[in-house]
């Protein structure tokens, strides 16, 4: 497993908002959950440009059209224009935590279970379960690679796994009591990282592939 410390290229602080639950990001604007409302940032600017009043206690993800949020024990369809709720899907037995969109379906992480379940949208069933040895907290899948949070003991890593077997492949180190409650990629070279209870979400750096620096990889 190649092992480093994670990079903060930014940091982003909020007015009222004292805990960052969720993240995600819709190409535009990275959308945060702060516990009853869905705030959506220009993140160039840190300026929130929209809220939602949507319970937002856990993960977010975006489909390309819509938003989805995990509200208690459910998981809700949300427009992003309007912030109407257009369905429902129970969460995972014992909860969720984060929550990433991909290949037609949702990833939803189980915090205390140390799982990753891939869920189907539109009836809630686990289509398959990943395991983890640390707490999960946000998902995200960036160029077919599958990243997840973790924050346990005040300590957090963001972790590249096998999507197959849930072998971590690579592991970026957050600095100690820095953690990661949600976690969203830009679609490129930068992860999103809610800061839980800190109210912030940090910008880190995604590491450059191996075989862009070796091409015999």
């Given at each position: 497993?190649?092992?480093?410390?994670?990079?903060?290229?930014?940091?982003?602080?909020?007015?009222?908002?004292?805990?960052?639950?969720?993240?995600?990001?819709?190409?535009?604007?990275?959308?945060?959950?702060?516990?009853?409302?869905?705030?959506?940032?220009?993140?160039?600017?840190?300026?929130?440009?929209?809220?939602?009043?949507?319970?937002?206690?856990?993960?977010?993800?975006?489909?390309?059209?819509?938003?989805?949020?995990?509200?208690?024990?459910?998981?809700?369809?949300?427009?992003?224009?309007?912030?109407?709720?257009?369905?429902?899907i129970p969460t995972?037995?014992?909860?969720?935590?984060?929550?990433a969109w991909a290949?037609?379906?949702?990833?939803?992480?189980?915090?205390?279970?140390?799982?990753?379940?891939?869920?189907?949208?539109?009836?809630?069933?686990?289509?398959?379960?990943?395991?983890?040895?640390?707490?999960?907290?946000?998902?995200?899948?960036?160029?077919?690679?599958?990243?997840?949070?973790?924050?346990?003991?005040?300590?957090?890593?963001?972790?590249?796994?096998?999507?197959?077997?849930?072998?971590?492949?690579?592991?970026?180190?957050?600095?100690?009591?820095l953690i990661v409650?949600?976690?969203?990629?830009?679609?490129?070279?930068?992860?999103?990282?809610?800061?839980?209870?800190?109210?912030?979400?940090?910008?880190?750096?995604?590491?450059?592939?191996?075989?862009?620096?070796?091409?015999?990889?």
């Amino acid at each position: 497993m190649k092992r480093t410390a994670a990079t903060i290229v930014r940091e982003y602080t909020f007015p009222d908002v004292t805990n960052v639950a969720g993240v995600s990001y819709d190409g535009a604007n990275v959308w945060i959950a702060t516990g009853d409302k869905l705030n959506a940032v220009d993140p160039a600017n840190g300026i929130t440009v929209r809220a939602l009043d949507v319970p937002a206690h856990a993960g977010t993800a975006f489909d390309g059209q819509h938003l989805f949020q995990i509200s208690g024990e459910r998981i809700q369809k949300v427009d992003p224009e309007t912030g109407r709720v257009i369905a429902t899907i129970p969460t995972p037995e014992g909860g969720a935590a984060g929550m990433a969109w991909a290949e037609g379906t949702l990833w939803v992480a189980q915090h205390r279970k140390r799982k990753i379940h891939q869920v189907d949208p539109e009836t809630g069933k686990i289509l398959r379960t990943i395991d983890s040895n640390r707490f999960v907290t946000g998902v995200t899948w960036v160029d077919g690679e599958l990243w997840h949070g973790t924050w346990e003991d005040d300590q957090s890593e963001i972790r590249r796994i096998d999507p197959q077997s849930g072998e971590v492949l690579e592991q970026l180190d957050m600095p100690p009591g820095l953690i990661v409650s949600g976690l969203e990629s830009n679609g490129s070279d930068t992860f999103f990282c809610g800061g839980g209870n800190s109210g912030k979400v940090r910008a880190v750096r995604r590491p450059t592939l191996d075989s862009a620096a070796d091409p015999q990889k």
